[in-house]
């Protein structure tokens, strides 16, 4: 499967972005799915996770309550809404996809998209 993040964008503290991951040449329902980031020298963290058919969703705790991930299996899509933005959310977020447990490890996503830069200023 291949996949490619967009949505990104400069906003300032407090607004809101939807950021998309849209995906070809497989069936996104085969996979949970996860939105990492990576802000400027540092390492790639874990965001959200949800499982195949949506059911299940995970957070971190620097995000609980201010994002949402949701996916749409019949159009192929993965989501992840963000409210309430913050200075430290700057980064570039990254949609994967995996078949793999834990959710929330980077080594375990098989497939990932190009990237799409979220730049927040205060």
């Known amino acids: 499967v291949q996949l490619q993040a967009s949505g990104g964008g400069l906003v300032q503290a407090g607004d809101s972005l939807r950021l998309s991951c849209a995906a070809s040449?497989?069936?996104?329902?085969?996979?949970?799915m996860a939105w990492f980031r990576q802000a400027p020298g540092k390492e790639r963290e874990y965001v959200a996770a949800i499982s195949a058919y949506g059911a299940n969703t995970h957070y971190t705790s620097s995000v609980k309550g201010r994002f949402r991930i949701s996916r749409d299996n019949a159009e192929n899509m993965l989501y992840l809404q963000m409210n309430g933005l913050k200075p430290e959310d700057t980064a570039v977020y990254y949609c994967?996809?995996?078949?793999?447990?834990?959710?929330?490890?980077?080594?375990?996503?098989?497939?990932w998209g190009q990237g799409t830069l979220v730049t927040v200023s205060s």
């Open positions: 994967a996809a995996t078949t793999s447990l834990p959710l929330d490890v980077a080594s375990l996503y098989r497939y």
């Open positions: 040449e497989g069936a996104l329902s085969n996979y949970a």
